[in-house]
C-alpha cells in the first residue's frame, strides 16, 4: 500500500452493515427512512455487487478534497464511478474530467435513483443496473 494512505471499508455482506449500524436503524430502513445512512448502504451494496462480479475496488482521494468511490476499467478505458444517494453533485468527478491531460480520464458513471441519461462526458444510470458495468 504504498503511497495509498487513504481507503474505505466495505463490508461484504450488507446485511450485517447494516446490522452494525446504530440502535432502531434497521426498524427505520423497513420504514423507508434511509436518513444520514442512505450514501454509506448504497456505496456498500454497489462495493458488494462489484466485489461478487470479481471487480477490483479502486478508491480515489486527494488531499484538495476530490474523492471518487470507484475508479474502474470500462470498455477498455479508466472511468471515475461516484454513487449518490440523493440527486447530487458530482464536483469532484467534474473537476477531474475538466484536466484529462493531468488524469488521463475522459469519462464518468454516475449511478443512483435516475433514469439513464447523459450530460457531456458524465453517464447516469440507475443503481439497479451496476451489474452492466462488466470489465470489458
Not at 442512505?38 to 471487480?55: E, H, P, S, T, Y
Not at 475522459?106 to 451496476?130: C, F, W
Amino acid at each position: 500500500m504504498r503511497g495509498n494512505k487513504k481507503f474505505r471499508f466495505y463490508h461484504k455482506d450488507c446485511r450485517l452493515f447494516v446490522s452494525m449500524l446504530e440502535d432502531g436503524t434497521q426498524y427505520d430502513i423497513l420504514q423507508g427512512n434511509l436518513h444520514a445512512y442512505k450514501g454509506a448502504i448504497f456505496g456498500n451494496l454497489i462495493a458488494d455487487m462489484f466485489a461478487k462480479m470479481g471487480r477490483k475496488l479502486y478508491y480515489f482521494h486527494k488531499n484538495s478534497g476530490l474523492e471518487i468511490d470507484f475508479v474502474m476499467r470500462y470498455k477498455g478505458e479508466c472511468v471515475l464511478l461516484e454513487v449518490k444517494a440523493t440527486t447530487g453533485n458530482t464536483k469532484s468527478a467534474k473537476t477531474i474530467l475538466r484536466h484529462p491531460e493531468k488524469y488521463h480520464v475522459s469519462h464518468a458513471i454516475k449511478l443512483g435513483d435516475y433514469n439513464v441519461g447523459r450530460t457531456e462526458q458524465i453517464l447516469t444510470l440507475p443503481l439497479y443496473m451496476a451489474f452492466l458495468l462488466q470489465e470489458i
